[in-house]
């Protein structure tokens, strides 16, 4: 007799078995994108050339400001505290100016992204522009993307040695221009250059381009989309600024699918297919190493590379243009409802395809007039605002300031023909390069004159004070006032410096305190 | 442990972390990141070993570096001390006129000198040199020795009335009470006050003045910084404008008393200090 052993079989499987373990750490998969050609490639070959040239020759821009100041156009001098940008001059207290901009810097950021999306991330990043400068070095040295993949798995020959010690002595090269070129804004860049040259510079200027030389050779030419994909916070915190009506680089997978590489043995079978070749043409050529056809994703930087790339595949099979294009969520919905049938069956491309097989008129296409959105105009409104307060705030600031402080301990002196006297510490901003007379002038207390410690005037009602270029002085100044003139013995009486220069009539007032004993 | 939980979307396996619906996806770490990781530890142990760290059972590894931030303060007062340098072989060199003659070196000479009166002079004349009864206001144009910047500078290095000191300032008032009759004093008090108010002076007091006090405070009582006679006809009382105030002045004079500063703090400090007295209002 045969028996049957009755056991339980589970249908179950190791959770860490070695088929499904994944490692803890994974290396880098290299990205080898290849050349693409077209007007966002174009375009993006004007915006290199334009941030780097302002970047690296910004420095180099002479401005006459006359002999007290230097004739740098752009100048942070940390050391006397000035920072110059063209006609402007700006003082520590006057940095607001640049707190300003960075707010409107963030707030043209959010209204950029709210319209066409990643632009900043897919065009003028600093990351992004070092990092298409270092692969068009790369390309230049090692080939285009099949000779460089050959190149790197191939055996170390001594071509491939040659080849890679060039392509990073080059890299190192654009690294150390790029840090030398950022310690130029902060000293005179002629002088610092033969400083630097000669051994001579400060410290902290050798410090700044090795950390800097560092930092762009190993983001631009090892890190490259690492750096924005697992070190950048903005990918993160775009999503905020983005809606359905942001422009995002998209794959319009209503046409595109169902994708065929044999549409003519599809058409044959009458298998409708979609215009999608499943070429892979907008694989190789993204910098980020991912297929833009799985939809809007974290590391696309909307580079539009896969554009010009699928166009170009485009125009040679003769159909339309903008299988992957700058869209809407919204468009790309209504086209996709269109597609389906709301939702109702699998992509259907003949229902978006006019008779002749071109993309019908019934699609939706972006409309600049989707631009105009309340959160548009709100971020609009705000950065357009804070751009005329800064404005305002520019061209009525004062050239000659006053500060006034007055001695708090004594408050006041008996002197000894029964004077009051009051102690001001009297700073007198010239805030232009230029020396200047200026007069120091009380108002509003009776009786009132002054002297100045370290000045020959004997008591009077003004003095004239030569101020230097571009300084502050400061002045200790005594005010006395005779008993009998003031009316109310141990209350604060009124007083005004004024400080008048002649030449230009720029002139500033300071109300403060007069006080006495009862 | 149940099946893992596959993400629809990414094909990715998720850590079974959940909030509000976000799930956290389970992807390997860069290995970049974890090489950075271990270059931090090695950071670490390096530093450790240059810097001081360790602690040991009565003190701690010093490091190899030998950095401490004692020395660091010491180099950086060397330093502050060499910055200084020059301003002070200047000023030991000028006198006193030049040095309040050149803006650089009297700004110099009133910071130090305030520095030194906030630690030396503030406990009689106070922070703000205002000074207090019988302490006297150094803000004011009234000088008991003198207010040029030599008188001034005399007076803080030798002092008033102090004994460890021959050149020091001495003057001292009679104890009147022993010498003139309460009427006679309470006229004297009537004169003084008619002399300070600009009143009538030609009263009973005005002889009993001429015989007794003019000696020293002048026969218009303008007093006499020579001899450290106060003046008694301005608004300033040193011991009180009251006629009791001033009459007790007149029965039992007190005499304010104040040390030498040049043999404690040396001829430098003394300058510095009289630039920033004579700076502060009433020096002439």
Known sequence: MTGTVAFERHDAEAVNSARLRKPLYSARRKIFPKRAKGPYRNFKWLVMAVTLGIYYLTPWIRWDRGPFAPDQAVLIDLANRRFYFFFIEIWPQEFFLVAGLLVMAGLGLFLLTSTIGRAWCGYTC??????????????????????????????????????????????????????????????????????????????????????????????????????????????????????????????????????????????????????????????VVCPMGIDIRDGQQLECITCALCIDACNDVMDRLGRDRGLISYAT????????????????????????????????????????????????????????????????????????????????????????????????????????????????????????????????????????????????RSLKIYVRQPREKNRTPGKAQRLVFHVVDKSSLDSAEYVTNFESPE | MSQKEIDEISGVATTGHEW???????????????????????????????????????????????????????????????????????????SVEEILADDTLRQFAISAGAAAFKVNCVQCHGSGAAGSPGYPNLNDDEWLWGGSPEDIRATIAHGIRFAGDDETRVSEMPAFADILSRDEIDAVVKHVLALSSGGDVADAGAEIFAQNCAACHGDAGKGNPELGAPDLTDAIWLYGSEPAEIAAQIRRPRHGVMPAWEARLGETAVKELTVYVHSLGGGE
């Open chain 1, 126 to 283: 600093p990351q992004t522009v070092w990092v298409d400068l270092f692969l068009a070095v790369e390309r230049a040295i090692e080939g285009d993307r099949n000779a460089r993949i050959r190149l790197d798995q191939g055996p170390w020959t001594a071509r491939k040695i040659a080849l890679r010690t060039l392509k990073h002595a080059i890299w190192l090269a654009v690294a150390v221009a790029t840090g030398g070129a950022w310690i130029f804004y902060f000293a005179d860049a002629p002088t610092l250059l033969r400083d630097f040259v000669t051994g001579q510079a400060a410290p902290v200027a050798y410090t700044t381009v090795a950390i800097l030389t560092a930092t762009t050779y190993v983001f631009g030419g090892l890190m490259r989309e690492q750096v924005c994909t697992y070190m950048c916070p903005w990918p993160r915190i775009q999503a905020a600024m983005l809606d359905e009506h942001s422009l995002t680089v998209t794959y319009n997978d209503w046409r595109g699918e169902p994708r065929s590489r044999g549409t003519k043995k599809a058409a044959a079978l009458g298998i409708e297919t979609g215009d999608c070749v499943d070429c892979n043409a907008c694989v």
């Open chain 2, 20 to 94: 509000d619906g976000i799930k956290e996806l389970d992807n390997p770490m860069p290995r970049w990141w974890l090489w950075t990781f271990y270059a931090t530890i090695f950071w670490a142990l390096v530093y450790t070993i240059a810097y001081p760290a360790w602690p040991l059972v009565t003190s701690a590894t010093t490091g190899i570096l030998n950095w401490s931030s004692r020395a660091d303060l010491q180099a950086e007062l060397v330093s502050a001390e060499a910055a200084k340098s020059d301003y002070i072989a200047a000023i030991e060199k000028a």
């Open chain 1, 329 to 472: 969520l919204a468009d790309y919905n209504a086209n996709m409802a269109l597609a389906t049938g709301n939702g109702t069956h699998a992509i259907k491309p003949s229902l978006v395809r006019d008779a002749s097989g071109r993309i019908s008129d019934t699609v939706a296409r972006f409309h600049p007039r989707k631009l105009l959105r309340p959160r548009t105009f709100i971020y609009f409104g705000s950065w357009a605002l804070i751009g005329l307060l800064l404005v305002y705030g520019l061209v009525s600031r004062d050239r000659l300031e006053l500060n006034v402080l007055h001695d708090r301990n004594p408050q006041y002196v008996v002197l000894s023909d029964g004077s009051i006297r009051n102690g001001y510490t009297v700073k007198l901003l010239n805030k232009i390069p230029e020396p200047r007379t200026v007069t120091v002038r009380l108002g509003g207390l009776p009786g009132a004159t002054m002297s100045a410690v370290g000045m020959e005037d004997s008591e009077s009602k003004q003095i004239t004070v030569t101020l230097e270029p571009d300084r502050t």
